[in-house]
C-alpha cells in the first residue's frame, strides 16, 4: 500500500524563554512557519501533540526525577548537570516532546513517515537530564513501539553521542542504538551503543555519508528493523557554534537523502525527531531542519 504523505507534529509551547543560551527554542516555531509560508506543507498537515501522562515519562525515567521535574525540587547539582534554567514551562515542553516523538513514531508505523519539529532528547538518562535534555523522548517513543512487537532502530545522526538513549535502551531486545558523531566533543565519557561511530574533527563530507551508508546497509543485515527514528541533528554543519566538523549544507542534504533511500524508500517507515543545531546564523539552523523536512516530503 502506497506510504501516505507524512504527517509534522509541533507545539508552540515548545518555545521556552531559557535567557541568553545557545540552545535556540525559537527555532521550531521558524520552522514551522517557514515549511507553512513556503507552501511545503498546509496547515491541515500539522498534529498537536497533548500533555501525556506519568506512565509515559516513567516507561523510561525513575519516578522520582519526573517527580522532581514536575514539581521544580531538581537539587542544585542536577540543574547545573542539565545546563538549562529550570521553570514549569520547560517542564511542560519537555513532556509535550516526549508525547509528540510517541505521536510520530505511531505515525510513521501507520502512514510510512512522520516530522516532529522538535525532539530529539538523547542526552537524558533514566535518573537526570543532561546537555539540554530534560527527558528523552528518542527513548521513550522507542519504548513504546517495542510494546506493539515491532523493531527500532535508532538512527542517531546529531553530532553528539546519545548517551541517554545508549543508557535507556541497553536491556532492550528489541531496539538497536545507532550514533554516528564526533569523537573530540560532548559528552567527554560516552556509552556504549549497540554500534557507535566516532568520528575525526578533520572528516569530509563525503567521508561522512561513505560511512554513513556503510554502517546502515550493514545494520540492516543484522538487525532488519520495522521503524526507525531518525535523529536529524543540524549541529554537523560547518559553522556550528557547539561543533567541530566541516560539512556543508548540501552534506547534510546528502545525510537525509541516503537515509530516506535506506529506509522510507524501502518501505521501512521512518519517525524524524531534529535534535542539535546550534549555527551561528540561526536561519542556518532553520534552513538545514526545514531542508530535512522538505526532502523526506517533496523529494
Same mark, same amino acid.
Given at each position: 500500500?502506497?506510504?501516505?504523505?507524512?504527517?509534522?507534529?509541533?507545539?508552540?509551547?515548545?518555545?521556552?524563554?531559557?535567557?541568553?543560551?545557545?540552545?535556540?527554542?525559537?527555532?521550531?516555531?521558524?520552522?514551522?512557519?517557514?515549511?507553512?509560508?513556503?507552501?511545503?506543507?498546509?496547515?491541515?498537515?500539522?498534529?498537536?501533540?497533548?500533555?501525556?501522562?506519568?506512565?509515559?515519562?516513567?516507561?523510561?525515567?525513575?519516578?522520582?526525577?519526573?517527580?522532581?521535574?514536575?514539581?521544580?525540587?531538581?537539587?542544585?547539582?542536577?540543574?547545573?548537570?542539565?545546563?538549562?534554567?529550570?521553570?514549569?514551562?520547560?517542564?511542560?515542553?519537555?513532556?509535550?516532546?516526549?508525547?509528540?516523538?510517541?505521536?510520530?513514531?505511531?505515525?510513521?508505523?501507520?502512514?510510512?513517515?512522520?516530522?516532529?519539529?522538535?525532539?530529539?532528547?538523547?542526552?537524558?538518562?533514566?535518573?537526570?537530564?543532561?546537555?539540554?535534555?530534560?527527558?528523552?523522548?528518542?527513548?521513550?517513543?522507542?519504548?513504546?513501539?517495542?510494546?506493539?512487537?515491532?523493531?527500532?532502530?535508532?538512527?542517531?545522526?546529531?553530532?553528539?553521542?546519545?548517551?541517554?538513549?545508549?543508557?535507556?535502551? @541497553? /536491556?532492550?531486545?528489541?531496539?538497536?542504538?545507532? &550514533?554516528?558523531?564526533?569523537? %573530540?566533543?560532548?559528552?567527554? =565519557?560516552?556509552? +556504549?551503543?549497540?554500534?557507535?561511530?566516532?568520528?575525526?574533527?578533520?572528516?569530509?563530507?563525503?567521508?561522512?555519508?561513505?560511512?554513513?551508508?556503510?554502517?546502515?546497509?550493514?545494520?540492516?543485515?543484522?538487525?532488519?528493523?520495522?521503524?526507525?527514528?531518525?535523529?536529524?541533528?543540524?549541529?554537523?554543519?560547518? @559553522? /556550528?557554534?557547539?561543533?567541530?566538523?566541516?560539512? &556543508?549544507?548540501?552534506?547534510? %542534504?546528502?545525510?537525509?537523502? =541516503?537515509?530516506? +533511500?535506506?529506509?522510507?524508500?524501502?518501505?521501512?517507515?521512518?519517525?524524524?525527531?531534529?535534535?542539535?543545531?546550534?549555527?551561528?546564523?540561526?536561519?542556518?539552523?532553520?534552513?538545514?531542519?526545514?531542508?530535512?523536512?522538505?526532502?523526506?516530503?517533496?523529494?
Amino acid at each position: 500500500m502506497p506510504y501516505k504523505r507524512p504527517k509534522i507534529i509541533y507545539s508552540k509551547r515548545y518555545e521556552v524563554d531559557i535567557g541568553n543560551h545557545p540552545f535556540p527554542t525559537s527555532k521550531y516555531r521558524l520552522i514551522k512557519d517557514y515549511l507553512l509560508e513556503s507552501g511545503i506543507i498546509s496547515p491541515a498537515d500539522i498534529k498537536y501533540p497533548a500533555m501525556p501522562d506519568k506512565e509515559l515519562l516513567t516507561s523510561v525515567h525513575t519516578e522520582e526525577y519526573v517527580k522532581n521535574i514536575r514539581n521544580g525540587t531538581l537539587s542544585f547539582a542536577d540543574e547545573i548537570k542539565l545546563e538549562l534554567p529550570y521553570s514549569k514551562e520547560l517542564s511542560i515542553a519537555s513532556a509535550l516532546t516526549c508525547e509528540g516523538s510517541r505521536v510520530a513514531a505511531e505515525l510513521a508505523l501507520k502512514d510510512g513517515g512522520s516530522i516532529h519539529l522538535g525532539g530529539g532528547f538523547h542526552h537524558a538518562y533514566p535518573d537526570h537530564g543532561e546537555g539540554f535534555c530534560v527527558f528523552n523522548d528518542v527513548a521513550v517513543a522507542a519504548k513504546k513501539i517495542t510494546q506493539k512487537n515491532k523493531r527500532v532502530l535508532i538512527a542517531d545522526c546529531d553530532l553528539h553521542q546519545g548517551n541517554g538513549t545508549a543508557v535507556a535502551l @541497553k /536491556d532492550n531486545s528489541k531496539t538497536y542504538t545507532f &550514533s554516528m558523531h564526533q569523537d %573530540n566533543n560532548y559528552p567527554l =565519557i560516552k556509552e +556504549k551503543s549497540d554500534r557507535d561511530v566516532p568520528l575525526p574533527d578533520s572528516i569530509s563530507g563525503m567521508e561522512y555519508n561513505r560511512l554513513l551508508k556503510k554502517n546502515l546497509r550493514e545494520i540492516k543485515e543484522e538487525f532488519s528493523p520495522d521503524i526507525v527514528i531518525y535523529v536529524a541533528g543540524s549541529d554537523l554543519y560547518e @559553522k /556550528d557554534k557547539l561543533g567541530g566538523l566541516s560539512l &556543508s549544507k548540501e552534506d547534510i %542534504n546528502r545525510r537525509d537523502r =541516503i537515509i530516506k +533511500k535506506e529506509f522510507y524508500d524501502c518501505e521501512i517507515p521512518v519517525a524524524i525527531v531534529l535534535a542539535g543545531g546550534y549555527a551561528m546564523n540561526m536561519k542556518d539552523t532553520v534552513g538545514i531542519h526545514s531542508d530535512t523536512a522538505r526532502i523526506f516530503l517533496n523529494d
